[in-house]
C-alpha cells in the first residue's frame, strides 16, 4: 500500500527530453514527456483506443502521438486529433497526472488531483546553485522495499562497519558515543549527530586532505512519504564547527535521496524502489553535491 496524496520524483528533469520516458510509479505505469515548448507532463501509460503503451510513442506538435493508431494526447490527457476523422468523442481521454518541475526534479501527485498542492513540495534549492555546489546525480534500480532504504538512510550507526573503509572510518566508538539530538516533526523527523574530536574517515581525507583530529557533522531530515535531506561535513577541532558549519576550509557534501528517486524514494512495486531520487519497483534518485569551502573538491 502507497500514500497516494503526496509529491514523489518521477525522474530527473533531463531524463525527459525529445523521447517518452515510461516508469512504473506506486505500481501504475505512467508515460512522462514534453511537449513542443518544452513543458513536461505525466499521463497513464495506456492509450484508451486499444491500450497500447504511450512510451511507444511520439512528440508531435500537438502532444503525444500513439505508436499504434497515431492518436495524439494534450498535456492534459485529452485527445486532440484522430487520423482520418474530424469528430473526437469526448471520452476520448487518458489520465493525467499532476507534474511539477522544481529543482531539476519532476514531481508527481499520485493520489486526487485536487489536493495536489506544490507548496508541499520539498525544497532543494541547492540544484540551482552551481557556482556553490555544482553536482552530478545518477539513480539505482533497488530491488527492495522503500520503507528499508529509508531505514538504511536514517539509521548511521551502520557507518563504522559497511562503510569503514570510506565514509565510516575505523573507529566505531566515535559512533556509538556521537552527540544526538533528534526532532519530530509534523512531516518526519530531524536528527544532527556530531562526532566530535574525531578522527578524518578515509573519504575526506582523500577529498580534501584532512589530518588531525576534526569535529564532524550528520544533519539529516526525513520528510515522508519518502525524502531525505542529508548533509555531512567536517572541520578542523577548534573553528567552532557547531557554531557555523559555513566556514572557509573543511568539507562539506549534501545529497538529495528522493522517492522514485532529496534523498528521496518513490514506489514503483512494493517489493523493489528506485534509489536515486524513487518503490514497489522503486527509483532512489541521488544527488552529490561536495564543496570545500576552499574550492570545489568533486563531483559523484
Same mark, same amino acid.
Given at each position: 500500500m502507497f500514500i497516494r496524496n503526496a509529491w514523489y520524483i518521477a525522474a530527473w528533469a533531463d531524463?525527459?527530453?525529445? =523521447?517518452?520516458?515510461?516508469?512504473k510509479l506506486l505500481g501504475e505505469n505512467v508515460v512522462l514527456f514534453r511537449d513542443v515548448h518544452g513543458r513536461a507532463a505525466a499521463l497513464e501509460d495506456r492509450c484508451c483506443h486499444r491500450g497500447a503503451p504511450l512510451r511507444f510513442g511520439a512528440v508531435t506538435e500537438q502532444g503525444l502521438q500513439c505508436g499504434y493508431h497515431g492518436l495524439v494526447f494534450d498535456c492534459a490527457g485529452s485527445c486532440v486529433h484522430i487520423p482520418g476523422q474530424d469528430r473526437i468523442p469526448g471520452k476520448a481521454k487518458v489520465k493525467s497526472f499532476?507534474?511539477?518541475?522544481?529543482?531539476?526534479?519532476?514531481?508527481?501527485?499520485?493520489?486526487?488531483?485536487?489536493?495536489?498542492?506544490?507548496?508541499l513540495i520539498v525544497d532543494y534549492p541547492y540544484h540551482n546553485d552551481l557556482e556553490h555546489w555544482?553536482?552530478?546525480?545518477?539513480?539505482?534500480? =533497488?530491488?527492495?522495499?522503500?520503507?528499508?532504504?529509508?531505514?538504511?538512510?536514517m539509521d548511521l550507526?551502520?557507518?563504522a562497519y559497511v562503510h569503514?573503509?570510506?565514509?565510516?572510518?575505523?573507529?566505531?566508538?566515535?559512533?556509538?558515543?556521537?552527540?544526538?539530538?533528534v526532532t519530530p516533526n509534523e512531516g518526519g523527523l530531524h536528527f544532527v549527530r556530531w562526532l566530535l574530536n574525531s578522527d578524518p574517515p578515509p573519504t575526506y581525507v582523500k577529498a580534501v586532505g584532512m589530518q588531525g583530529k576534526i569535529d564532524r557533522w550528520m544533519d539529516f531530515e526525513y520528510i515522508a512519504p519518502g525524502s531525505i535531506r542529508q548533509w555531512t561535513g567536517a572541520l578542523n577541532v577548534g573553528c567552532g564547527a557547531?557554531?557555523?558549519?559555513?566556514? =572557509?576550509?573543511?568539507?562539506?557534501?549534501?545529497?538529495?535521496?528522493?522517492?522514485l528517486v532529496f534523498s528521496a524514494i518513490t514506489g514503483g512495486t512494493q517489493t523493489q524502489h528506485w534509489r536515486g531520487g524513487g =518503490?514497489?519497483?522503486?527509483?532512489i534518485l541521488l544527488a552529490f553535491l561536495f564543496t570545500s569551502q576552499t574550492g570545489i573538491v568533486a563531483s559523484h
Amino acid at each position: 500500500m502507497f500514500i497516494r496524496n503526496a509529491w514523489y520524483i518521477a525522474a530527473w528533469a533531463d531524463e525527459v527530453k525529445d =523521447v517518452p520516458l515510461g516508469r512504473k510509479l506506486l505500481g501504475e505505469n505512467v508515460v512522462l514527456f514534453r511537449d513542443v515548448h518544452g513543458r513536461a507532463a505525466a499521463l497513464e501509460d495506456r492509450c484508451c483506443h486499444r491500450g497500447a503503451p504511450l512510451r511507444f510513442g511520439a512528440v508531435t506538435e500537438q502532444g503525444l502521438q500513439c505508436g499504434y493508431h497515431g492518436l495524439v494526447f494534450d498535456c492534459a490527457g485529452s485527445c486532440v486529433h484522430i487520423p482520418g476523422q474530424d469528430r473526437i468523442p469526448g471520452k476520448a481521454k487518458v489520465k493525467s497526472f499532476p507534474l511539477v518541475e522544481k529543482d531539476q526534479f519532476l514531481w508527481i501527485w499520485m493520489g486526487a488531483a485536487k489536493d495536489a498542492d506544490p507548496s508541499l513540495i520539498v525544497d532543494y534549492p541547492y540544484h540551482n546553485d552551481l557556482e556553490h555546489w555544482p553536482h552530478k546525480h545518477t539513480m539505482y534500480h =533497488v530491488k527492495a522495499g522503500y520503507q528499508l532504504m529509508v531505514d538504511n538512510l536514517m539509521d548511521l550507526t551502520h557507518l563504522a562497519y559497511v562503510h569503514k573503509s570510506t565514509i565510516g572510518g575505523q573507529s566505531a566508538t566515535a559512533h556509538v558515543e556521537a552527540k544526538t539530538q533528534v526532532t519530530p516533526n509534523e512531516g518526519g523527523l530531524h536528527f544532527v549527530r556530531w562526532l566530535l574530536n574525531s578522527d578524518p574517515p578515509p573519504t575526506y581525507v582523500k577529498a580534501v586532505g584532512m589530518q588531525g583530529k576534526i569535529d564532524r557533522w550528520m544533519d539529516f531530515e526525513y520528510i515522508a512519504p519518502g525524502s531525505i535531506r542529508q548533509w555531512t561535513g567536517a572541520l578542523n577541532v577548534g573553528c567552532g564547527a557547531q557554531e557555523n558549519r559555513n566556514q =572557509v576550509g573543511g568539507f562539506s557534501l549534501r545529497v538529495f535521496r528522493g522517492p522514485l528517486v532529496f534523498s528521496a524514494i518513490t514506489g514503483g512495486t512494493q517489493t523493489q524502489h528506485w534509489r536515486g531520487g524513487g =518503490v514497489g519497483r522503486s527509483l532512489i534518485l541521488l544527488a552529490f553535491l561536495f564543496t570545500s569551502q576552499t574550492g570545489i573538491v568533486a563531483s559523484h
